[in-house]
C-alpha cells in the first residue's frame, strides 16, 4: 500500500513554464522530505517540511506542508532543463530506526 | 570527503546467478540502508544496519539476500540465485545519528538479470 500519492506522474512542459506537484496522503506525518533523482544517480534531500501550513523556498522552488500536516506542495517557477529528474516526497515513522518510506515519485522533463 | 560510492554501478547477470553489491559510506556515519528501487516507484527500504549491527530488515528480503557489515564500515550485498524480479537499482544511504539526519544516497547499482 502506497501511503504517500504523488502526482502528476509525469510532466512534460517547456522552458520557462511554472508547474506543481502534489504529494498526498490520509495519513498525519510529522515532517516530510522531497528529493530530486537524475537518471543513473541516488536521489538529493532538497528540504524537509515539519510544521503545519510552512513554506520553504529554495530558488525558483516551493515546497509547502498543508495545514493538517497531511499533503505537500512543489512548485518550481519558470523551469530550466536543469529541473528534469524524478521528484520524490518521503516520510520517516519518527521511529529512532530513521527509514525511509517513498511516494511513487513525478517525473518532470523540461525541454529547451 | 568523496560521499557514498557503490560498486559495480551496472552488473548484468544470467538468471540463477549470485551477485554482490559494495557499498562505501560516508567514513564517519554509522547508519547504514539499503533499498531497492524498480522503474516507475520510488524507492523501498531492505535494511539498515546500525555500525556493524543489522537492525531491521524488510520482507522484501527473502531468504536468497543477505546483507553484512563486518566492519561497521562498508557493506556488501548479496543476492543468491537471481530472478528476472531481481532487477533493479539498489541504492545505499548513509547517516549520522539521531534518526532523523539526512541520509546520503549513493548513485546506486543497477542490476539486470537476464
Known amino acids: 500500500t502506497q501511503l504517500l500519492e504523488q502526482s502528476p506522474q509525469f510532466l512534460s512542459i517547456q522552458e520557462g513554464e511554472n508547474l506543481t506537484v502534489y504529494c498526498n496522503s490520509s495519513s498525519v506525518f510529522s515532517s516530510l522530505q522531497w528529493y530530486r533523482q537524475e537518471p543513473g544517480e541516488g536521489p538529493v534531500l532538497l528540504v524537509t517540511?515539519?510544521?503545519?501550513?510552512e513554506v520553504k523556498k529554495l530558488k525558483r522552488l516551493t515546497f509547502q506542508f498543508g495545514d493538517a500536516r497531511k499533503d505537500s506542495s512543489l512548485h518550481i517557477t519558470a523551469a530550466q532543463p536543469g529541473d528534469t529528474g524524478l521528484y520524490l516526497c518521503?516520510?520517516?515513522?519518527?521511529?529512532?530506526?530513521?527509514?525511509?518510506?517513498f511516494g511513487r515519485g513525478t517525473q518532470l522533463t523540461v525541454w529547451p | 570527503d568523496t560521499g557514498v560510492s557503490q560498486d559495480p554501478r551496472h552488473k548484468i547477470t544470467k538468471r540463477g546467478q549470485n551477485v554482490t553489491f559494495r557499498c562505501d559510506p560516508i567514513s564517519e556515519h554509522n547508519r547504514l540502508y539499503w533499498y531497492r528501487q524498480t522503474l516507475g516507484q520510488g524507492p523501498e527500504f531492505l535494511t539498515y544496519f546500525q555500525n556493524e549491527a543489522q537492525l531491521e530488515k524488510s520482507r522484501l528480503l527473502s531468504d536468497r539476500f543477505s546483507a553484512e557489515r563486518p566492519k561497521g564500515s562498508f557493506s556488501t550485498l548479496e543476492i543468491q540465485r537471481t530472478e528476472q524480479g531481481d532487477s533493479a537499482m539498489y541504492l545505499c544511504?548513509?547517516?549520522?545519528?539521531?534518526?532523523?539526519?539526512?541520509?546520503?544516497f549513493g548513485p546506486g547499482t543497477r542490476l539486470t538479470v537476464l
Open positions: 517540511v515539519v510544521t503545519g501550513g
Open positions: 518521503a516520510y520517516d515513522r519518527g521511529s529512532t530506526l530513521g527509514r525511509l518510506y
Open positions: 544511504a548513509s547517516s549520522l545519528e539521531p534518526a532523523n539526519n539526512e541520509q546520503f
